[in-house]
């Protein structure tokens, strides 16, 4: 490219400040909300992994099973019969107090096992030869990370208040781990370690181990296996780490595609602004034309120009994105740890391939942005570049082609998202290009709303009829402001539609399924935590007057033959829940319990999507007593989990599981007496134990809050929506008076005053804001059901029922218009400054 | 002096039966209706017509902006009206210099820069280009004023730059659209004849169109355009056209 070429657009834009920060600046926005995902998502992913790598350590196989541990004469006998490398583990979590309330991993060893194992505890080196003999001899005795005593202040010889099922333990810190490698502290930060016989008596678990960890060969690790007793079973350790972090998948997967969605809406943005400075740029890419450079050599400058603004936009959409990830992997954490598992996260870890992935995504949607742009500028013959009307009249002849392609991608997209079975990514990139075959519709729905407002408006004037017209005149400017602003709003109504509809799904589902007065649970119960209950509790509750009824439950993890690894309720005493809880069954519901007291399970409705199992199907087990086949007789709605889960009867579960202990239970209270009575004398007769009583309604506030939680992160999108919409009309309308001088400075010698300007210019940007509006209402609602039938039926397998929000329309269009008004106030100031005689003599 | 198959000797242009039309909606509006024209090498030319007559018309095609609907356009040997838009470009750096009514200069160069880009854009040497477009801004008397951008320029600077512009790659066709039209007189005055004497010095051909009548009779060669048709060429201009042709000058 000539050097001369390249100084004269680059001055340009020099001489452009406002100009170019907006489009550095809408690349930044972008970038820095997919960075700030991708950081939040690989941080998350990193700390599990990191924390699988320190807990697993080297080993390569690990013997689990019993949803209640399994007896410690299992390891015992491995080392009898000579198998030396395997390391005993009692593992389980615990609220410490004096940890800032957070939720630890405690992690019971065996010190003389662990060396082939695990590495963090070497004597001498991190951890004191002192600490390590107190350690090993003194119960309760336990070591944390030097960070962690850091950050809260704690000294060795300080005590640990641990809230470990219903109960408060304590245990003495007697020494504090120090690793040198940064990455592996951040771990241990999450980490309370003790001796296994500290740890067994922590957790009620004395004689029992959760697992032992194992360096296997594939033929030791076989043989291992055969003689493992019924209910055991030997796993690699990979699988187990892969099997947790899959957990996860979907739902970082929709966080990533909902930031790529930001970037779409940001690539509207880029496109206005280089639209805009190449109109302002027409005249003298026309001159250049003329003295011989090719129209190659334009669209070459242009993108050159665009791909270096994209460049300092990607690196400063970097920095923000790194700041921003610090919010986010706050809020992916929390979701993690309300719906998955635990983890701690401390920091956000930034990852070189995320920041080159946010350099590239910034660099090519500045480019793919400005292709189009710079085509307009190098396509037109050399003679009519300084001639506006022929690009209209260009686009206007390519209108029918426009909206043949329209049609065609809309049927790929639907295409897509009808066969695309549960592939996340395809999915969306199907709702991705559904969404620009509609964008190609606009410039021909906004001609016919145009003629409605000037058949309507026109009877108010002549302003009233030319600010319409304008609006048709200048479409290829205007559609694209347009159809920006309808993007975004769209993907507001249509997010906001959804979120509403699921939220109102989880209320009703909520209301049809927690029946119980209230309800009696251990304070970490969670997410796929198992947490044990002193089964006496049930017996002391059903004491007290005024109880008509409980109902038990046991939740834990048990392993299917073809499903892996699976949630059990079991639950005792259950009340009948009404039919509509079950998909497509207008039956009896109690005619379901009676069976599933006979020995059958029902499945919730994510878990026969996500394992294809329906009514009717068996499914296998690995019971304590080994494999059983249980019919499935219902699937039923449930939105606690995306894994699904499966419902026993308790005495069922009980006849298979060597498992007498409950997770928690829920009270009715007799018909005539007061349930705040009855639950705060429940509460007296359980004093002592430390168990968590919530009522009906705290227990569905505390559901919707994690659900509120889960989606806070979308709120950003607003944010940016908003943004774009009135940066958007801004450039429209900023190029439309630049094209206009001449005519405006017309107007003005003719006699209209500068009031009448402004209505003018306030008028045409109201009706760009409120074609926008009207649009956005349609297709936010088709993005809207396919969100809610297409993408959380794949990739999450819940039914979610489409509730209809009317204020969010009224708002779309309040929006809409409300940020074309104020975007028209800077064009407006600049019309005050219109010099009438400088305008006319524009060429 | 015409040749025996009705061609011009020395025949440096040369329009060929050239329609140009316009579609308006659905009507076709005929600018240009069977143009024949010849001009010479070093021929000065200048067209005149009322107001949508066709004359810029014509000098967008000969300037190789646009194509001719039918007809051809030859330059040396060259049909231009046949290439393809980057050809025509391509063509149009090496050989054509165009003086702008507006001047056209571009805002972000200095006068130097913009009198080096046409050069630069033809692939000359840096050193040769730059010794060009010292010999010409001295030519426009602007040498005091090379780091100056153009807003900082009076009318007549910047058209003298645009000039220099025109020149700078050694084109040998020169086409101006009414050079002086945006200047007073005594400067549009003085423009013409650096123009005219740089075009001569130079041995360039040199068509401009005009409304002024006496910027025409300077020139060689009068074309006057009615509706789109050349009319008669007037005699003064031929004559010395001719007599110019006919010795080789």
Known sequence: MHLTLFKTILRDQLHRPWLTLLLILSVALGVAVVVAVDLANASATRAFQLSTEVIVGKATHQIVGG????????????????????????????????????????LGIDLFAEPPFRTYITAGTNVSVDALTAFYTQPGAALISAESAERWGLETGDYLTLQIGTHEKRAQIVGLMRQPNQVSSRVLEGLILTDIASAQELFDLNGKLTRIDLIATDAQANEIAAALPEGLRLVRASEQADTVSQLTAAFQLNLTAFSLLALAVGMFLIYNTVMFSVVQRRRMLGILRCVGVTGREIFLLIMSEAALLGLIGSLIGLGLGILLGRLTVALVTQTINDLYFTLTVSDVNVDALSLLKGLLLGIFSALLAAALPAFEASAVPAATVLQRSDLEDRIRGLLPRLNIIGAVLIFIGAAILIFGQSNVALLFGGIFIALFGLVLYVPVVTIFLMRIATATLGRFGLIARMASRTVTQALSRTSVAIASLMVAVAVVIGVTVMIASFRSTVENWLAQTLNADFYITAPLAGANRVVTMDPALVDKARAVEGVQNIEVLRSVTVRGLETGDLRLNATEGGVAREARIFRGYNGDPSKIYEQLNAGAIAVTEPFANKHRVAEGDTLTLLTDKGAQNFPIVGVYYDYSSDQGSILMALDVYRNFWNDNAISGFSVYVAPNYDVNQVEDAVRVALSGNDVVVQSNRALRDAALVIFDRTFAITQALRVIAVAVAFIGILSALMALQLERTRELGTLRAAGMTLRQLWRLTLLESGLMGAAAGILAIPVGLILAAILIYVINLRSFGWTIFFTSVPEVYAQALFVSIGAALLAAIYPMVRLSRLQVVEALREE | MATPNGKRANSFIRFENITKTFREGDQERVVLQGVNAEIARGEFVAIVGRSGSGKSTLLNLLAGLDTPTRGDIFIGDLNIAKLNDNDRTLFRRKHIGFVFQFFNLIPTLTVRENILMTAELAGWKESDAHAQANRLLDAVGLRERVNVFPDKLSGGEQQRVAIARALCADAELILADEPTGNLDAETGAH?????????????????????????????????????????????????????RLETGD
């Not at chain 1, 593992?91 to 405690?106: K, P, S």
């Not at chain 2, 009779?217 to 056209?241: C, H, I, N, S, W």
Request: hydrophobic fraction near 35%; charged fraction near 30%.
């Open chain 1, 67 to 106: 949803a209640n541990g399994f007896d410690d004469s299992v390891y015992r006998n491995l080392r009898l019969q000579g198998f030396r490398n395997a390391a005993p583990i009692v593992e389980g979590y615990a609220g410490a107090q004096e940890l800032g309330g957070q939720t630890m991993r405690v």
């Open chain 2, 191 to 243: 423009i013409l004849k650096l123009l005219t004497t740089l075009a001569r010095e130079k041995n360039k051909t040199l068509v401009m169109v005009t409304h002024s009548s006496e910027i025409a009779e300077q020139a060689d060669r009068v074309l006057r355009m009615e509706d789109g048709k050349l009319t008669r060429p007037e005699t003064g201009g031929l004559e010395t056209g001719e007599r």
